[in-house]
């Protein structure tokens, strides 16, 4: 496995989705991937076994549903075919306006032909879930 | 013994309950960070070795667990990640939960944990706390 090119495609979606491009971000996402998002099933973006077809969904709702001050992957690191970024985010949720500060954590593995095959992310899911909650 | 063996071996005595194993590999100032949610007891960080027990005790005084795996593991470097699942009951409110968890470690060249964060559902646990 390629290590600097796996992390070279965690960064390359960061940044994607930095610019709101998503597609970027499908094009290197595998059709039967295990996608899971954090904070199913209380916060509006989380997901189990979300399937490729509703990623797209997953920033939709994300967008719909936080402001983001900071998004910030600050370090990676690989092993075989697994990279693990860790990084901060920072914003307020919508519609409510409720200030969250959180490390976050995310775990990517890819498949033989370099595309991703797994996603956990995990962020402070109680925290956030406040500017969720009536 | 590597960083990924250390870590895997703090998780097989914790499931043992041998908290002074998992103590013995840990650095003076180790930073034991978790979310700090005041609606999770088992989600507190403490600084220095000598106050992780806090951290045990409050896991043990507050859930029962009964599953813990940690199945997947990853390292580079001084960094070890492990994650993977489990499930306890609320010892105050008799609910339980299911939450995935991550934690991560970091070494020093002696050995010894300097850095371990833990990250998990915050928000299905602080639901089977609230009473």
């Not at chain 1, 690191?77 to 200030?99: F, L, R, S």
Request: charged share 20%; hydrophobic share 35%; with cysteine.
């Amino acid at each position: 496995m390629d290590r600097s090119k796996n992390i070279q495609t965690v960064q390359n979606m960061y940044s994607d989705f930095g610019k709101g491009n998503i597609q970027g971000i499908m094009d290197v996402v595998a059709d039967n991937v295990s996608w899971n998002d954090a904070g199913y099933p209380d916060l509006p973006f989380g997901s189990e076994n979300r399937p490729k077809n509703d990623i797209p969904n997953f920033f939709k709702t994300l967008s719909e549903s936080v402001n983001y001050s900071r998004f910030e992957p600050q370090e990676f690191y690989a092993d075989g075919n697994a990279v693990v970024a860790v990084g901060h985010h920072e914003g307020v949720t919508k519609p409510k306006n409720v200030h969250f500060s959180s490390p976050w954590i995310m775990l990517w593995k890819f498949n033989d032909a370099g595309k991703v095959s797994y996603v956990r992310t995990f962020i402070d899911t109680n925290e956030i879930g406040k500017g969720f909650r009536n | 013994m590597n960083y990924k063996e250390i870590a895997q071996n703090s998780i097989a005595n914790f499931l043992k309950g041998d908290v002074n194993a998992i103590l013995n590999v840990l650095d003076e100032n180790v930073e034991w960070i978790n979310p700090d949610a005041p609606e999770v007891p088992v989600a507190v960080s403490v600084k220095g070795k000598n106050n992780v027990p806090k951290f045990f005790s409050a896991v043990a005084e507050t859930v029962d667990i009964s599953r813990f795996e940690i199945n997947n593991y990853i390292a580079e470097g001084p960094k070890v990640v492990g994650w993977g699942s489990y499930d306890a009951k609320v010892k105050s409110t008799g609910k339980s939960f299911t939450t995935p968890l991550i934690m991560t470690w970091e070494f020093n060249p002696q050995g010894k944990c300097v850095k371990w964060q833990g990250y998990t559902n915050t928000s299905a646990q602080a639901k089977a706390f609230a009473k």
